[in-house]
């Protein structure tokens, strides 16, 4: 085991390194006043394990696997409270804003996170890490526990059934994205 | 649509695109749970910090006593022993570590280190006979769905208590140092205790327990009530969740036992979970 200075240090040098990381990931995930918590509580949990955090390139995806367990336990968290929300609009009261609300503005983005939100959770997961955390898929395979040929084949469905969820009403958007060629198209 | 153009329009749709764009903040200042627990015991009062300083040294000093005791009776054990093999007991029951927690075990015996520290014996063993359980540093929990209902088994050593943990003027003390001592903490967390504390013999040791529930007004905030020793503070957040413990002296040193469920668990998981608890055996 390494000396409590040591210990120190590498805490200090894996906050410096990622802690933006893993408060972005937090909050992508869930509100902005629960991010804020769930990512002192992920570096809590990696003070704790020092000893076991890997090095370079596997820091990251140890640290993303806490994370996605911390950020699970404040969700549940936070529908409790969403209930608690419901009960005070039935007499009255403003029910609190959905963390995706809070954190997506534009209308476009808004209507791709909720059909991202709607894969079921693993799926979710997967694309989250591959295109919100740019991780590999071996990196994410890491995260997952599973092959990174199985988590390549997850994206490509899960972005098979987005395709099929956005492609009718994106037909019926203005059309103030850049022209985009059509597979296989002459 | 092509895989590429669903893959930039979800890209686009990232929340936070630029993580560098939140800002940064300076490293936290971090203490083990040994130093908060003398940082607690330290007089802060004006005329005491000489005193403060003279323990400082105390921790040490018995430290490095202890070390040349042992050291010698080491040397006398290693001059003077039988050399006749003697049996070592059955490494069956696998030791629940931090790196375990929230991963899942297999069916078999797990023994939870009351203190997380290899260098003491003190444990709590138990049998899982079905699948689904997840370990923890302190004991096993099984999620019945993904995010829902739980039941969960803890055995530790506690080494700090929350007085009144949900209201707004609650204080962290020490943990007792007796059973006793321990289990008229917990009467006075902040639970709604559903049951007396009553004397009893369980797990191989004699002590109290106690039925108790958390409080509906106490799951908006932080409802942290306990601390082990070596690892941080246990909170709760459901309504009316229902807990047993039990606070049991094993040879002078008082240990709880945490059985605890879902208000809307069914009876068979609540079952499973006394099967369990019908196996663990607390060893000093």
Same mark, same amino acid.
């Given at each position: 085991?390494?000396?409590?200075?040591?210990?120190?240090?590498?805490?200090?040098?894996?906050? +410096?390194?990622?802690?933006?990381?893993?408060?972005?990931?937090?909050?992508?995930?869930?509100?902005?006043?629960?991010?804020?918590?769930?990512?002192?509580?992920?570096? !809590?949990?990696?003070?704790?394990?020092?000893?076991?955090?890997?090095?370079?390139?596997?820091?990251?995806?140890?640290?993303?696997?806490?994370?996605?367990?911390?950020?699970?336990?404040?969700?549940?968290?936070?529908?409790?409270?969403?209930?608690?929300?419901?009960?005070?609009?039935?007499?009255?009261?403003?029910?609190?804003?959905?963390?995706?609300?809070?954190?997506?503005?534009?209308?476009?983005?808004?209507?791709?996170?909720?059909?991202?939100?709607?894969?079921?959770?693993?799926?979710?997961?997967?694309?989250?890490?591959?295109?919100?955390?740019?991780?590999?898929?071996?990196?994410?395979?890491?995260?997952?526990? /599973?092959?990174?040929?199985?988590?390549?084949?997850?994206?490509?469905?899960?972005?098979? #059934?987005?395709?099929?969820?956005?492609?009718?009403?994106?037909?019926?958007?203005?059309?103030?994205?850049? &022209?985009?060629?059509?597979?296989?198209?002459? | !649509?092509?895989?590429?153009?669903?893959?930039?329009?979800?890209?686009?749709?990232?929340?936070?695109?630029?993580?560098?764009?939140?800002?940064?903040?300076?490293?936290?200042?971090?203490?083990?749970?040994?130093?908060?627990?003398?940082?607690?015991?330290?007089? #802060?009062?004006?005329?005491?910090?000489?005193?403060?300083?003279?323990?400082?040294?105390?921790?040490?000093?018995?430290?490095?006593?202890?070390?040349?005791?042992?050291?010698?009776?080491?040397?006398?054990?290693?001059?003077?022993?039988?050399?006749?093999?003697?049996?070592?007991?059955?490494?069956?029951?696998?030791?629940?570590?931090?790196? /375990?927690?929230?991963?899942?075990?297999? &069916?078999?015996?797990?023994?939870?280190?009351?203190?997380?520290?290899?260098?003491?014996?003190?444990?709590?063993?138990?049998?899982?006979?079905?699948? %689904?359980?997840? %370990?923890?540093?302190?004991?096993? /929990?099984?999620?019945?769905?993904?995010?829902?209902?739980?039941?969960?088994?803890?055995?530790?050593?506690?080494?700090?208590?929350?007085?009144?943990?949900?209201?707004?003027?609650?204080?962290?003390?020490?943990?007792? +140092?007796?059973?006793?001592?321990?289990?008229?903490?917990?009467?006075?967390?902040?639970?709604?205790?559903?049951?007396?504390?009553?004397?009893?013999?369980?797990?191989?040791?004699?002590?109290?327990?106690?039925? +108790?529930?958390?409080?509906?007004?106490?799951?908006?905030?932080?409802?942290?009530?306990?601390?082990?020793?070596?690892?941080?503070?246990?909170?709760?957040?459901?309504?009316?969740?229902?807990?047993?413990?039990?606070?049991?002296?094993?040879?002078?040193?008082?240990?709880?036992?945490?059985?605890?469920?879902?208000?809307?668990?069914?009876?068979?998981?609540?079952?499973?979970?006394?099967?369990?608890?019908?196996?663990?055996?607390?060893?000093?």
């Amino acid at each position: 085991m390494a000396s409590r200075t040591d210990q120190r240090s590498r805490f200090e040098e894996i906050w +410096t390194e990622y802690r933006l990381q893993i408060l972005a990931y937090c909050l992508r995930r869930a509100a902005p006043t629960h991010a804020e918590d769930a990512c002192n509580e992920v570096f !809590m949990v990696a003070w704790r394990r020092i000893d076991e955090i890997p090095r370079p390139p596997k820091t990251v995806p140890y640290l993303y696997g806490i994370a996605g367990k911390v950020v699970s336990n404040h969700r549940r968290a936070f529908h409790r409270r969403s209930r608690l929300d419901e009960k005070l609009s039935n007499l009255g009261v403003a029910p609190a804003t959905d963390p995706v609300d809070l954190v997506v503005q534009n209308t476009e983005d808004q209507r791709v996170a909720a059909a991202v939100r709607n894969l079921k959770p693993k799926d979710q997961e997967i694309v989250m890490l591959h295109a919100w955390e740019d991780l590999s898929h071996e990196e994410i395979a890491e995260i997952t526990g /599973m092959t990174a040929g199985a988590v390549r084949q997850r994206i490509h469905r899960s972005y098979q #059934h987005l395709a099929r969820v956005l492609e009718p009403s994106l037909d019926r958007q203005p059309n103030n994205s850049p &022209p985009i060629a059509e597979e296989g198209g002459t | !649509m092509t895989h590429e153009q669903i893959d930039r329009m979800v890209r686009r749709a990232n929340p936070v695109r630029d993580p560098n764009s939140l800002g940064s903040v300076a490293v936290p200042v971090l203490t083990t749970p040994l130093e908060r627990r003398m940082e607690m015991q330290i007089d #802060h009062r004006p005329g005491t910090e000489v005193q403060a300083n003279r323990n400082r040294w105390r921790g040490p000093l018995i430290g490095i006593a202890a070390a040349a005791a042992i050291l010698v009776a080491g040397l006398v054990f290693v001059l003077t022993r039988d050399n006749t093999p003697v049996a070592e007991p059955a490494p069956n029951a696998t030791r629940l570590t931090m790196s /375990m927690e929230f991963q899942p075990i297999d &069916p078999g015996a797990y023994f939870a280190d009351t203190d997380l520290l290899e260098s003491t014996s003190l444990r709590g063993t138990f049998v899982i006979e079905s699948n %689904g359980w997840l %370990g923890t540093a302190a004991g096993a /929990m099984k999620s019945l769905v993904d995010d829902g209902p739980y039941i969960a088994l803890f055995i530790a050593e506690v080494d700090r208590v929350w007085s009144s943990a949900c209201e707004s003027g609650r204080t962290q003390q020490a943990a007792a +140092t007796t059973a006793e001592g321990l289990a008229n903490q917990f009467v006075a967390a902040g639970f709604t205790n559903t049951g007396a504390l009553t004397p009893v013999s369980a797990f191989g040791h004699e002590g109290y327990h106690l039925a +108790t529930e958390v409080r509906p007004s106490c799951i908006s905030q932080d409802f942290t009530v306990w601390g082990g020793s070596n690892w941080d503070g246990r909170y709760y957040q459901t309504e009316n969740q229902p807990l047993e413990l039990w606070f049991l002296d094993v040879e002078g040193t008082p240990v709880l036992v945490e059985a605890t469920w879902w208000p809307e668990t069914p009876e068979e998981d609540v079952a499973e979970l006394r099967t369990v608890l019908d196996t663990l055996v607390i060893t000093p």
